[in-house]
């Protein structure tokens, strides 16, 4: 009846060719998710390059879309939350300051600029 049962020898064999087979499929599975991020941190690299650069200054406009509200910087948050501004150029943002048209209370965009009160 001992013949029938595996050796102690035997048994640490298939031990261990369980233990490398496992080992292989986790493995396996480890570089799969390497590759998933590598690809998925390529393809927000990628988005980040395509996207445009904000502009340097910005004129936020009132609900009739005519009368200049505020000047706000490129990259300021509440000129991005009202949804009413334009891009303009240095000389543009200066010239609606000259006009007296309120700056942004949070950008500061006359300290940006190098005009103070």
Request: charged content about 30%.
């Amino acid at each position: 009846m001992s013949e029938d049962l595996p050796s102690r020898l035997e048994l640490l064999h298939f031990a261990r060719r369980v233990f490398v087979q496992q080992a292989t499929a986790g493995l396996a599975q480890i570089d799969r998710w390497i590759a998933d991020e590598e690809r998925r941190e390529a393809e927000r690299r990628e988005a980040e390059a395509q996207k445009p650069t904000p502009p340097e200054w910005l004129l936020q406009y009132g609900l009739n879309r005519r009368n200049a509200d505020a000047v706000h910087t490129g990259d300021c948050w509440a000129a991005a939350q009202s949804g009413r501004c334009r891009p303009v150029g240095r000389a543009e943002a200066l010239d609606a300051l000259r006009h007296q048209v309120p700056t942004c209370q949070y950008c500061r965009p006359d300290t940006a600029l190098g005009v103070l009160e």
